[in-house]
């Protein structure tokens, strides 16, 4: 299922927030163990699955990273990212989940993650030429 476009205005200094949060949390990720088995050191809500063939079954979940954006038009819409190990048939299967504005959480790979993180520093990046380009015309 593809998920509904979610929005969020937010200020430059929210921007770079978010895309601490999201390098941050790919990071996590990308630092955890991908052995099924043991609860990763960051694991905030931890759910047992019942036993399977290969043995115990486990979701663990880190705390979210969040961040509350406000815009001239959007005002506090919180922008949330958490890791996710799921061991599951003697694997472990590690992702992300984005939240925006409290809607279906979007499940993004490290690479993406700091993708969106990017695109949001070139968007304050060119915010910024553009304010620096109008104060030098005056
Ligand atoms: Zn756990």
Same mark, same amino acid.
């Given at each position: 299922?593809?998920?509904?476009?979610?929005?969020?205005?937010?200020?430059?200094?929210?921007?770079?927030?978010?895309?601490?949060?999201?390098?941050?949390?790919?990071?996590?990720?990308?630092?955890?163990?991908?052995?099924?088995?043991?609860?990763?050191?960051?694991?905030?809500?931890?759910?047992?699955?019942?036993?399977?063939?290969?043995?115990?079954?486990?979701?663990?979940?880190?705390?979210?990273?969040?961040?509350?954006?406000?815009?001239?038009?959007?005002?506090?819409? *919180?922008?949330?990212?958490?890791?996710?190990?799921?061991?599951?048939?003697?694997?472990?299967?590690?992702?992300?989940?984005?939240?925006?504005?409290?809607?279906?959480?979007?499940?993004?790979?490290?690479?993406?993650?700091?993708?969106?993180?990017?695109?949001?520093?070139?968007?304050? *990046?060119?915010?910024?030429?553009?304010?620096? *380009?109008?104060?030098?015309?005056?």
């Amino acid at each position: 299922m593809v998920p509904d476009r979610v929005y969020a205005e937010m200020t430059m200094p929210q921007a770079f927030m978010v895309a601490e949060i999201l390098f941050g949390a790919a990071d996590l990720h990308d630092l955890t163990s991908p052995v099924h088995g043991n609860c990763p050191l960051w694991c905030a809500t931890h759910q047992d699955s019942r036993l399977d063939a290969v043995g115990r079954g486990a979701f663990h979940c880190s705390r979210q990273f969040s961040v509350e954006a406000h815009g001239p038009e959007l005002r506090k819409v *919180d922008v949330s990212i958490s890791v996710l190990a799921i061991d599951a048939g003697g694997q472990r299967t590690l992702t992300m989940e984005l939240v925006v504005a409290g809607r279906e959480p979007i499940r993004l790979t490290a690479a993406e993650a700091r993708q969106l993180a990017v695109q949001l520093l070139n968007a304050v *990046d060119a915010h910024t030429t553009a304010l620096a *380009d109008a104060s030098a015309t005056r």
